[in-house]
């Protein structure tokens, strides 16, 4: 025979702590992302010519690109003028929702560290606050980074984690 003795009340000791859980992945990037790439656009795939440069940007529909987020890049190994960037930019821009230079990586964290930097940090005024760890999607240390950067001046405590089981990152004194 076994005896087991039940408590009259269960205490959820989590949600007494006080602790509010920041999730990053609700600021991960929601937008469709585009890669431009300017290899088709050179001559032999290899070098800019001025002219046959600027004749390819008019010739492309860029209403393609309507409200969606361009990353300009080039997948070969050439030199491209800095000046060719800007040409992508004025063509591209009354269409675009955002532009980059880099590939979808490099648009995915600008766009995500604008999110982080929107983020009214007031609301965590002397607080404890879980920056949750785990998730589906992959969040990079830039993000961590970003936000423990904001967080500092206006939290009580930092962890990282979740809210049963975390790693203490800053507390303030």
Same mark, same amino acid.
């Given at each position: 025979m076994y005896l087991c003795i039940v408590a009259d009340e269960i205490i959820n000791k989590v949600a007494q702590?006080?602790?509010?859980?920041?999730?990053? +992945?609700?600021y991960y990037p929601k937008d469709e992302i585009l890669v431009f790439d300017l290899k088709p656009l050179l001559f032999m795939e290899m070098i800019l010519k001025e002219k046959e440069f600027r004749a390819a940007l008019q *010739?492309?529909?860029?209403?393609?690109? $309507?409200?969606?987020?361009?990353a300009i890049t080039c997948s070969v190994d050439t030199i491209i003028p800095l000046w060719a960037y800007m040409l992508v930019a004025v063509n591209a821009e009354p269409y675009v929702k955002a532009l980059f230079l880099g590939d979808r990586q490099t648009a995915i964290q600008e766009l995500f560290l604008a999110n982080l930097r929107a983020i009214d940090i007031t609301e965590f005024a002397d607080k404890r606050i879980v920056v949750k760890g785990c998730g589906d999607l992959s969040v990079g240390g830039f993000a961590y980074l970003e936000? *423990? =950067? =904001?967080? $500092?001046?206006? *939290?009580?405590?930092?962890?990282?984690? +979740?809210?049963?089981?975390?790693?203490?990152?800053?507390?303030k004194k």
């Amino acid at each position: 025979m076994y005896l087991c003795i039940v408590a009259d009340e269960i205490i959820n000791k989590v949600a007494q702590s006080g602790l509010q859980t920041l999730d990053l +992945e609700d600021y991960y990037p929601k937008d469709e992302i585009l890669v431009f790439d300017l290899k088709p656009l050179l001559f032999m795939e290899m070098i800019l010519k001025e002219k046959e440069f600027r004749a390819a940007l008019q *010739a492309i529909d860029w209403t393609q690109y $309507r409200d969606k987020v361009l990353a300009i890049t080039c997948s070969v190994d050439t030199i491209i003028p800095l000046w060719a960037y800007m040409l992508v930019a004025v063509n591209a821009e009354p269409y675009v929702k955002a532009l980059f230079l880099g590939d979808r990586q490099t648009a995915i964290q600008e766009l995500f560290l604008a999110n982080l930097r929107a983020i009214d940090i007031t609301e965590f005024a002397d607080k404890r606050i879980v920056v949750k760890g785990c998730g589906d999607l992959s969040v990079g240390g830039f993000a961590y980074l970003e936000i *423990a =950067r =904001r967080l $500092r001046p206006v *939290a009580k405590s930092i962890l990282y984690g +979740e809210a049963c089981s975390n790693v203490p990152i800053f507390k303030k004194k």
